[in-house]
């Protein structure tokens, strides 16, 4: 049974940084399409970051170079490693997996159509 459960969100001030994880139960992630995507209030959800099984990554424009998304294969665990938060930053975060892409690239990229897994999501607030 496919099971994913982010850990990791919080209050933080501006500047902030927090790593947030999906531990990833029941398939090989490492061989999917794993991403992270977040639902700010008041506005629809988005891709934030993806990551394919040959380690290939794609972030949203906004967070290039504040976040980074990242496997551990040991743990079997997704991260999202993210610096210099901004309030903007503040939403429900959500990492998923697409299981119809076994060793070829991630499909639908940063939409989220393509994703049959989600975690239940973890809360990350950003104040100013």
């Known amino acids: 049974q496919v099971q994913l459960v982010e850990s990791g969100g919080g209050s933080v001030q501006g500047g902030g940084s927090l790593t947030l994880s999906c531990a990833a139960s029941?398939?090989?992630?490492?061989?999917?399409?794993m991403a992270w995507f977040r639902h700010p209030p008041g506005k629809e959800r988005e891709g934030v970051a993806t990551r394919d099984s040959f380690s290939n990554t794609n972030y949203k424009d906004s967070v290039k170079g504040r976040f980074t998304i990242s496997w551990d294969n040991v743990k079997n665990t997704l991260y999202l490693l993210m610096n210099s938060l901004k309030p903007e930053d503040t939403a429900v975060y959500y990492c998923?997996?697409?299981?119809?892409?076994?060793?070829?690239?991630?499909?639908?990229?940063?939409?989220?159509?393509?994703?049959?897994?989600w975690g239940q999501g973890t809360q990350v607030t950003v104040s100013s």
């Open positions: 029941g398939f090989t992630a490492s061989r999917y399409c």
């Open positions: 998923a997996a697409d299981t119809d892409t076994w060793n070829v690239p991630c499909r639908t990229g940063l939409l989220p159509s393509g994703y049959d897994y």
